[in-house]
């Protein structure tokens, strides 16, 4: 009976092995079978395409307004410039220098205000340019260097792309008493200008061509000039009393008047300005065309110091039947704003 148990028990345990097997290979067999996913897609049932409604809208881009209050700028028609220079030269020697010399001391300033409006076809300029100069030199008292008022207006309209009709209104004088001295230092000095003596007030209107902002040309086909001097001491010095009668104070003058202004920066830290400007009367004849130039070149060493040099080329025949002239060169402080 033992022997009987003991076999069916490892009869039993032989057959459930057996059956684990079979499952296992059968198992793994089914899971490395290959599927032809063609075949399935094939039979599959499939929803229609876009099966539900779908309403499409146009794409729209428009510009959005948005407030920029804090970018509301006013346009301004006016701009202003300032210049302001101020010279000084100085040189003292000691009583027995071996060399000789002079004691001096000489100061110099200018003045240049502009202020101009422009809104096309309309254009307006004012310019305003101070000088005035005197040295002092021992034995010698003291004398003027350079002295000058001179003030500008004009107004224009916009013709074509470089042509206006302008029309301007200028005067010119000086400051200060002007003398003529001897050069022996033996006659007294003579009196031979003073303030409105002489003194220049100009009316024109013509044509003006201007193809760039540097360059300015003025035809002025109907000018009138009233010539004062209103010292009388003064033609006692001067015969000519530049043009106007003895025993008068102003002369009236009819002319065709030409003006030319060139003002450029013709290098990095150099600025050239020049004006020329003739005078031709009418009724008179061409040898009292009035010639007068005047330039100014400066060369700027930092923000604030600058070399100039300055002339002046006048013939008058009312003054001098020659060519007068002047030239000064200067070291010092000049400011500009803006």
Same mark, same amino acid.
């Given at each position: ?13 032989f057959s459930a092995a057996l059956s684990l097997r079979a499952q296992t ?20 049932i499939l929803p229609k395409y876009n099966a539900i409604p779908v309403t ?29 220079g101020l010279n000084f030269n100085q040189a003292a020697f000691s009583n ?56 500008? *207006?004009? /107004?224009?309209?916009? %013709?074509?792309? +470089?042509? &206006? ?6 005067? #010119? $004088? ?9 050069? *022996?230092? /033996?006659?007294?000095? %003579?009196?031979? +200008?003073? &303030? ?6 100009? #009316? $024109? ?134």
């Open positions: 009976m033992r022997r009987t148990g003991a076999f069916l028990f490892f009869a039993f345990l290979t059968d198992t793994t067999r089914r899971d490395t079978v290959k599927i032809d996913t063609n075949l399935i897609n094939r039979y599959r499409a809208k146009p794409l729209q881009i428009r510009p959005e307004l948005i407030p920029v209050t804090m970018l509301d700028y006013k346009v301004s028609y006016w701009h202003r410039y300032i210049t302001f027995n220098y071996a060399a000789g010399g002079v004691n001096s001391i000489a100061l110099g300033t200018n003045f240049i205000y502009r202020i101009e409006y422009n809104k096309a076809p309309f254009s307006y300029s004012t310019e305003l340019n101070l000088l005035y100069g005197k040295s002092k030199s021992k034995g010698l008292g003291s004398r003027k260097t350079n002295d000058r008022i001179f003030l500008d *207006n004009k /107004v224009a309209t916009q %013709l074509s792309k +470089s042509w &206006f009709f302008f029309g301007s209104l200028s005067f #010119e $004088s000086q400051f200060d008493k002007g003398f003529q001295y001897d050069p *022996n230092n /033996v006659n007294p000095p %003579l009196l031979i +200008s003073n &303030f409105m003596s002489p003194g220049y007030l100009t #009316e $024109s209107i013509g044509f003006e061509y201007k193809p760039s902002k540097f360059f300015d040309l003025r035809l002025g086909t109907g000018t009138a000039r009233q010539t004062f001097v209103l010292d009388k001491n003064i033609v006692k010095n001067l015969p000519t009393n530049y043009g106007v009668d003895s025993g008068k104070t102003v002369r009236n003058d009819i002319a065709f008047q030409l003006v030319a202004i060139f003002d450029k920066d013709i290098a990095k830290n150099m600025h050239f300005n020049a004006r020329y400007d003739m005078f031709v009367p009418y009724g008179q004849p061409l040898a009292y065309t009035r010639h007068r130039v005047d330039a100014v070149l400066a060369a700027k060493v930092n923000r604030l110091i600058n070399v100039s040099i300055n002339g002046t080329l006048l013939f008058d025949k009312n003054t001098s039947n020659s060519v007068q002239g002047t030239e000064g060169l200067s070291l010092g402080v000049l400011y500009k704003f803006p």
